[in-house]
């Protein structure tokens, strides 16, 4: 059976890796982007879609059809470009049903029920833990893997496994745990559910933080790579271990820079919003978080 053929853009400005799975060159055009881009400008508030575009180009070049719109979790760093890029080229949004959690969580801070359901529903579609679907010819699955957020979820397709933030490069770790309803006891065993896949299967992250001077930005390891050589998890690291290390290295970790705008975006599905008067604005509470 072919293995799905995966192509990664990056984002520089927020170290994220988005993806489109597909297969080359078979009749079945169908695929899936992961983690895409909006890119935003927090001095100017101005919206641009280079990186969005840049996956757009890409799949009207391969001839793709898009199926799927993934996002892994409500990221905190950067706005997704689900919105744009359906709008563009069709397809379905779809996130986990943890996502039900991080909008209980948000929506009283931003008071957005009118245009943000609090049961999912500007997604097209909510997966369940351990749902199997397809992208194109390949069968994929749902893994459930909490930790840097409550909504934190891998898709296995075929052989490669998307984890966002769940964990990064073997030497680079895994991801802050310090976010509301995040916990580095859920990204532990998150880690060790991962390991079940085969050794030989790819893992492809949600970014990348090469350390200084070391190399450039990468995205994709294998679970043995994982479970030998993670500076946070590998085998061996114990959960008490991991945990501590983990907690004390969150402790006054600075708030995202683009924390505020992410969230309400994300969880809009890449929308902007009710505007006023024609004029799209963006909510910043003062001194709540
Ligand atoms: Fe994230």
Redesign the pocket.
Known sequence: MKKPDVRGFFDPITATWSYVVYADGETDTRCAIIDSVLDYDIYSSRVKTESADRIIDFIKKKGLEVEWILET?I???HLTGSAYIKEKLDGKTAISKHILKVLKTWEPLFHNEEDTPLNGSQFDHIFEDDEIFTVGPFEARIIYTPG??PSDTSYLIGDAVFV??AMFLPDVGT?RCDFPDGSAEDSYRSSRKLFKLPESYRMYV?HDYPPKGTRSPECMTSIAEQKHRNIRVHEGISKEDYVTKRNNDDKGKAVPKLLLPSIQVNLRAGKFGKKMDGVQYIKLPIDKI
């Open positions: 979790h990221h905190a760093d840097h957020t966002g933030d991801g949600g």
